[in-house]
């Protein structure tokens, strides 16, 4: 049998650092995983191990869920990749602007890197105007213009702008701090030359901060009247929180929304969309530019499709569900925490929660970077011995899917438990 320290120590040697994205790798090394099935994985080991990492988010209904696994399958005997619009990318569409009443029309892409990289294209193809402006912490993948005092692997690693990158793209991202609207209102009062703002209505990627009451109504009316397109980068929240994402949920309209992750529920693919007149300048009909060989793939297509007809089909029940096992869970945890005085804090929504080992609530960038990474990775480590994994960085958010089940949460309170014991010594 293959060891994860072996495999580890093969795999640096052909693969920069031994993993294909930051944030998969921790000290001393990650495991390799060899087969997942609903709310599991089972690694080189044979180790059984409950997910709450989840894919960051996308396993929305659990691993190898059986709708889609069909679904795929079906599609792989009809071929793989044809580069010729489908009858199936009409229904995608369709059922994507069924959920989402901000969006007339979309374009499918391949990763929310590529789908946010997209939308500032077309904000600024549509304002002619130069400048965005992204809010501290928020992560829209890993492209020059957003990898700016970013959250995710690129907070935990301490890369605020990558080298490699131009200073000439990143000068034009403006950056304003979550939660403060009078950051923003000054930051649109001195510069004239703003193409479009773009928000994680949810921010997941600095640990889990939530929108302050009127944050998002505020930033919709400021951006409204000063005629800036605002983005919504759903990748994390789209179906997620609500079938119609976070903008369902909080009631507001963006001009353009990003989605990837759930969307599929674990196979590659995101999409851009928005009101009609922005959308329609994508080339070929229009002059901003976009195309990939990938995009619309029958097999992530087939996945989409079947990922969002199971969940509007089951809606009523997988909303509740997740938030009522997120209560549970949170208030115990809090509970354990308050017993053994270990100062902390928890924020959790819908599916997704974090712990802060600070006393000062989580509500930006700077209240999440002075939480106690170190205590979070102990406690990470523990985790892992017990058999649970968590994504290895404070700056990310845990993920409940449709596939836990009472007896998974529990056996992971204890673990959390121990591994709260094991942060207090
Ligand atoms: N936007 C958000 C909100 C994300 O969380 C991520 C990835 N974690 C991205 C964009 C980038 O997506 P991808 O990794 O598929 O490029």
Redesign the pocket.
Known sequence: MMTNSKLFSDAKKVIPSGVN?PVRYFEPYPFFTKKSNGAYLWDAENKKIIDFCNG??ALLLGHRRKEIISAVSNQLSKGTLYCTPTESEIELSKLIIGNFPSIDKVRLV???????MTAIRLARGFTKKKKIIKFEG?????HDSVLVKAG?GSAHNGISVSDGGLDEVSKNTLVVQYNNIEDLQKTIQKNKDIAGVIV?PIL??MGLILPEKNFLSDLRKITKENNIPLIF?????GFRVAPGGAQEHFGIKPDIT?M??ALSNGFTI?AVGGRKEIMDLLSPGGKVYQASTFAGNPISVSAAIASIKTINKIKNKLYSKLERFNLLFSTALDDMATDMNIPHQINFTASMFQIFFTNKPVTNYETSKKADSKKFEKMFRTLLKRGIFIAPSQFEVVFLSDAHTENDLNKTLDAYDAALKSVKK
């Not at 928020?138 to 890993?142: K, L, N």
């Not at 980068?233 to 929240?237: G, L, N, Q």
């Open positions: 994205s960051y988010g391949n990763t929310g890197g590529e789908a946010t928020c992560y829209h993948g890993a995710s994680e997941a990627n980068d759903e990748v994390v929240t990003t990837a992750k995101a």
